[in-house]
């Protein structure tokens, strides 16, 4: 869907659980058998840019964008891999020690996915988060 005109349509349906999206509404209707059915959402392709592609079906309806309850959930990890302000002096090593804590708390995560228990897609945020403790830890080392 990449490389269209910011203006160009998109036309969404929600059928058991599945987002069945296209720019040719009756080509989409006549492939998945459709029916007379009209789309539930349409979209510019600026609309979707705006909402970072985020669209998907949640409870059999169209949700466009994060939900209230991930949004909070991205708050709250969000506070968590800046526990600390700038440190300076004595604080500079508490900092690092709180973050290479964190690490530590979280090494499960790089054990199960090497030993092939878990796959990297499972725990996405978890490694944006090392990665920032690991870039802030450098940072502070510095």
């Known amino acids: 869907m990449m490389g ?8 969404m349906w929600a059928r058991d659980g599945q987002l069945i999206i296209g ?8 492939d ?24 998907r079906v949640i409870d059999g309806g169209i949700v466009v964008g994060k939900t209230e309850k991930e949004k909070e959930e991205e708050d709250r990890k969000r506070a968590e891999m800046m526990p600390f302000s700038q440190p300076k002096g ?21 054990i199960k996915i090497a030993e092939g228990a878990a796959d990297r897609s499972e ?3 978890v490694l ?11 940072e502070l080392e510095v």
């Open 90 to 110: 004595l604080q500079l090593e508490e900092a690092v020690e709180g973050y290479k804590a964190k690490l530590a708390e979280t090494d499960y995560v790089v």
């Open 4 to 11: 269209y005109e910011k203006d160009h349509v998109w036309y």
């Open 32 to 55: 998945y058998f459709l029916g007379d059915r009209e789309p539930d959402l349409q979209m510019t392709e600026q609309e979707l840019d705006d909402c970072g592609r985020m669209v």
């Open 128 to 138: 944006a988060q090392r990665a920032e403790w690991r870039r802030r830890i450098e």
């Open 123 to 125: 725990y996405e945020d």
């Open 23 to 30: 720019d040719d509404v009756e080509k989409v209707k006549k």
